[in-house]
C-alpha cells in the first residue's frame, strides 16, 4: 500500500498500486492535455506572429517596389517633358521658317502671277482678234459652201432616202432567203428586181442578158447607161450562181473569177460582179460586198441582196467623173496632143481612186452593219453619209480638174486651145 498526502488538505490516505497506478495516469493524462494546450497555443501564436511577419514584409517589398516605380515615372515623365519641349521648340522653328518661306513665296507668286496674267490677257486679245476674223472668214466660206452644195445635199438626201427604202426591201428579201426563193431562179430574181426600179432610177440603162457568144464565152447579164449625149457612164458584166443550180455544185466563188474578167474584157465592160449563193457558210462573202480586184481588177462578189445596191454605188460614182469623161472625148475628138495631159489625167484618176476606195471601203461597212443586225439601221446611215462625202471630195477634185490646169506647162496643148480659141472668135 501507499500513502499518499493531499495537497490540498494535507490529509493522507493509502491507495492500493492499482489505484495509485490509476491516479498517475489521471495526472499524467491531464498533465499531457495541458502541455498540448500549451504547446498549440504557442504554435498558433507563432503562426499569428509569423503571418503579420510576413504581411509586414510583404508591405515593406511592396511600398518599396511602389516607391521604385513612382521614382522611374518621375524620371520618365521628365525624359517626355524635356523631349516634348525640344521637339515643340524645333517646330516652332520649322513653322516660323515655313511662315516666312510662304510670305516670300506669296510675294513672288503675285509678281509671277501679275506677269502671267498681263500675258494671257495679251495673247487672250489677240486671240480674240484672230478669233473674230477666222468666224468672218468662216462665215464666209459656210456660205460659199452652202450656195455651191445646196444642190449636191439634195442629191445625197435622195440618196440616202434610196438607200433607205433598199435597205428596208433588203430586210423583207433577206426573210425570203433564210428559206429559199421560191418558184424563180437567181436570174430571174435579180432581173425582177431591176426592172421594178427600171422606169425610175434606171431611165438610161440597158440591162439584158448577154446573148452574144462569138468569144466562146457568155455572162449572163451586161448594164450599160449613157449619158443624153451618148457617152458612158459605166457599163457592168454580171454573173449568177446559185448553190441550187446543177451546175454551181460543190463549187467555189473563185472558180468562176476568171471567166467572168474574160467575158467583161471581151464584152468591153468596165466592171465584173459575181451575184453570188455559193459558200453560204463563209463570213467573207456573207458581209455582203466583196472587192476581189487583187485577184481580178475592177471585180466584186455580192449576195444577191446586194445587187441593187452595188449598181447604184458603182452609178454614182461613175456620175460624178463625167465631167472628166466629157473633156477627155471631147479633147480627143479634136485629135489635140496628149502628151502630158495623159500624165495629169492620170494624176487625177489616181486622186479618184483612192476616195472612190475609201468610199467603197466605207459603203462595205454600211453593208456588214446591214447584214449582222438590221437595228443599227442609223449607224449604217452614218457610213453612207461618209462614203457620199468621199464622193463629194472625188467630184471637187473632178470640179477642180480645168483645161486651164491641165494645159499649164504644156506648150503642144497651150497652142491648140489658143487656135481653137482664135477660131472660135
Given amino acids: ?40 497555443a504557442l504554435a498558433e501564436n507563432e503562426k499569428v506572429n509569423a503571418v503579420k511577419l510576413a504581411e509586414a514584409n510583404i508591405k515593406n517589398s511592396l511600398q518599396d517596389q511602389l516607391a521604385k516605380k513612382e521614382r522611374e515615372i518621375s524620371d520618365l515623365k521628365a525624359q517626355s517633358e ?27 507668286k503675285k ?41 449636191k445635199l439634195k442629191v445625197k438626201d435622195e440618196i440616202i432616202k434610196m438607200k433607205d427604202e433598199d435597205i428596208e426591201r433588203l430586210k423583207d428579201f433577206k426573210q425570203k432567203l433564210s428559206t429559199k426563193m421560191i418558184g424563180e431562179t437567181l436570174e430571174q430574181h435579180c432581173e425582177a428586181e431591176f426592172n421594178k426600179l427600171r422606169a425610175t432610177a434606171f431611165q438610161n440603162a440597158y440591162f439584158e442578158k448577154d446573148n452574144d457568144a462569138r468569144g466562146g464565152n457568155k455572162g449572163d447579164f451586161i448594164y450599160r447607161e449613157t449619158d443624153e449625149a451618148g457617152n458612158e457612164i459605166i457599163s457592168i458584166m454580171f454573173e449568177m450562181k446559185n448553190e441550187n443550180d446543177e451546175t454551181a455544185t460543190k463549187k467555189r466563188n473563185d472558180d468562176f473569177f476568171a471567166k467572168l474578167d474574160k467575158d467583161r474584157t471581151e464584152k468591153k465592160c468596165e466592171y465584173a460582179v459575181l451575184v453570188s449563193l455559193l459558200e453560204a457558210e463563209n463570213e467573207l462573202y456573207n458581209t455582203g460586198i466583196v472587192d476581189v480586184a487583187h485577184r481580178f481588177k475592177k471585180m466584186y462578189v455580192v449576195r444577191p ?47 479618184f481612186a483612192r476616195n472612190y476606195d475609201l468610199a467603197s471601203r466605207q459603203f462595205k461597212t454600211a453593208i456588214e452593219e446591214i447584214d449582222k ?22 467630184n471637187n477634185k473632178a470640179e477642180d480638174l480645168t483645161i486651164k490646169k491641165l494645159t499649164h506647162g504644156n506648150p503642144t496643148m497651150t497652142a491648140k486651145f489658143d487656135g481653137l480659141s482664135g477660131k472660135g472668135e
Fill in 111 to 151: 509678281l509671277t502671277v501679275g506677269e502671267a496674267i498681263r500675258a494671257i490677257e495679251k495673247e487672250r486679245d489677240n486671240l480674240a482678234t484672230d478669233l473674230k476674223i477666222k468666224e468672218t472668214e468662216t462665215q464666209l466660206l459656210e456660205k460659199s459652201i452652202n450656195e455651191k452644195f445646196t444642190d
Fill in 82 to 108: 524635356r523631349s516634348l519641349a525640344e521637339q515643340l521648340a524645333k517646330k516652332e522653328a520649322e513653322i516660323s521658317d515655313m511662315k516666312s518661306k510662304i510670305q516670300n513665296a506669296e510675294i513672288d
Fill in 305 to 351: 441582196q446586194f445587187f441593187i445596191p452595188i449598181i447604184t454605188l458603182l452609178r454614182n460614182a461613175a456620175m460624178n467623173s463625167m465631167q472628166y469623161k466629157t473633156e477627155l472625148n471631147l479633147i480627143r475628138n479634136q485629135n489635140v496632143d496628149i502628151t502630158n495631159f495623159e500624165d495629169k489625167i492620170n494624176t487625177f484618176k489616181d486622186g
Fill in 1 to 40: 500500500m501507499n500513502e499518499i498526502i493531499c495537497p490540498n488538505c494535507k490529509k493522507a490516505f493509502k491507495v492500493d498500486e492499482a489505484g495509485f497506478a490509476d491516479i498517475l495516469k489521471q495526472v499524467r493524462d491531464h498533465q499531457f492535455e495541458h502541455e498540448l494546450n500549451k504547446r498549440l
Fill in 373 to 394: 443586225t438590221m437595228d443599227h439601221l442609223q449607224k449604217t446611215k452614218d457610213n453612207l453619209l461618209a462614203s457620199v462625202n468621199n464622193l463629194r471630195l472625188a
